[in-house]
């Protein structure tokens, strides 16, 4: 009877000791399930804030261009006003996709080419005598842009 007791009592202690075992091993892939999906929406957030700026800034630099090529070509002052409130509603839409860029990359390099290309982007609201001129600076700026793409794309290669 005593052999039977010590039997069943061994029974019991490994039945709880698997089912611990067992447990702690579901516990551990459910904490890797969240830290993927976690991994995964951080890096649809970049990708999003990334091509949302990206294009923000496109958009700017061309409302930029237009209103620049209007004033250069003594375009009508009415016509030069709504240029310039198109590119003021432009501008405006780059910082939504700027802050989340900044708060969701602290990588340095895609921060330098984000202050380059937005830098070289703003720049085009100077006064320039000529499309030449401006011409030079818009290309500084879609090259700028270029740079800001690639070093974006090489940041979420590595962070992959």
Do not use: C, N
């Amino acid at each position: 009877m005593l052999l039977t007791l010590v039997t069943a009592a061994l029974a019991i202690v490994g039945t709880l000791l698997g089912s611990i075992v067992s447990g702690r091993f579901q516990e551990r892939a459910a904490e890797r399930s969240v830290r993927v999906s976690q991994g995964e929406a951080i890096r649809r957030d970049r990708l999003e804030a990334i091509t949302a700026l990206a294009s923000a800034i496109s958009d700017h630099r061309q409302a930029m261009w237009k209103r620049a090529d209007a004033v250069l070509s003594d375009a009508p002052a009415e016509e030069v006003v709504a240029l310039r409130e198109a590119s003021h509603q432009t501008r405006a839409a780059v910082t939504r996709p700027l802050v989340a860029l900044r708060v969701l990359i602290a990588d340095q390099a895609v921060r330098t080419t984000v202050d380059t290309m937005i830098s070289l982007t703003y720049g085009m609201r100077q006064p320039y005598a000529t499309k030449e001129e401006l011409s030079v600076v818009r290309e500084a700026a879609k090259d700028a842009e270029d740079a800001f793409v690639d070093a974006a794309a090489g940041y979420l290669a590595r962070t992959a």
